[in-house]
């Protein structure tokens, strides 16, 4: 990422970011749990080079 760009301009800025893989994957279980036929995936943000949640499957998102 580009440090010259603010991170509330990306197309990302309202998705809540995570650092690690781990750590949205531990989201996306507790996510799976609370919110009841949803089946959250982490992949990793070509904008902010941060992980995120999603439950589409994109075959450009990297697992």
Known sequence: M???ISLESLPCADKLPFDSRESAGAAAV???FRYAGTKP???KC???DRW???THVNQNEEP
Do not use: I, K, M, V
């Open 52 to 54: 995120h949640l999603s």
């Open 46 to 48: 070509r904008y902010c």
């Open 41 to 43: 995936h982490p992949y």
């Open 2 to 4: 580009d440090a010259n």
């Open 30 to 32: 507790y996510a799976g």
